[in-house]
Nanobody, 121 residues
Framework: QLQLVESGGGLVQPGGSLRLSCAAS????????IAWFRQAPGKEREGVSC????????DYVESVKGRFTISSDNAKNTVYLQMSSLKPEDTAVYYC??????????????WGQGTQVTVSS
């Protein structure tokens, strides 16, 4: 059973950076697609970015293009989300998810517990 654990969230000022990690255990990520989602208070969960581990193909929601970068370290079985130029509207709980589906819809089989990101001065 694949298990995912997110880390790296916290409080950051507008314009700052954070790197989120999604560490997997129980199975290799080699044959999965991994996505990051976020959910702000009172809003629906939205897909932020995804990566297909086998070919490293990536996708991003328009609002984070040029600011966020998704990457994987196969040796560590971990996926990262580097977030730069953070804005208050990026404040949310960030979740990673894994599955055979590649994309930003919520069609993933495995989910982590989430990590809080707060962008505020």
């Amino acid at each position: 059973q694949l298990q995912l654990v997110e880390s790296g969230g916290g409080l950051v000022q507008p314009g700052g950076s954070l790197r989120l990690s999604c560490a997997a255990s129980g199975s290799t990520l080699d044959y999965y697609a991994i996505a990051w989602f976020r959910q702000a208070p009172g809003k629906e969960r939205e897909g932020v970015s995804c990566i297909n581990i086998r070919d490293s193909f990536t996708d991003y929601v328009e609002s984070v293009k040029g600011r966020f970068t998704i990457s994987s370290d196969n040796a560590k079985n971990t996926v990262y989300l580097q977030m730069s130029s953070l804005k208050p509207e990026d404040t949310a709980v960030y979740y990673c998810a894994a599955g055979s589906f590649f994309g930003l819809r919520m069609e993933y089989d495995y989910w982590g517990q989430g990590t809080q990101v707060t962008v505020s001065s």
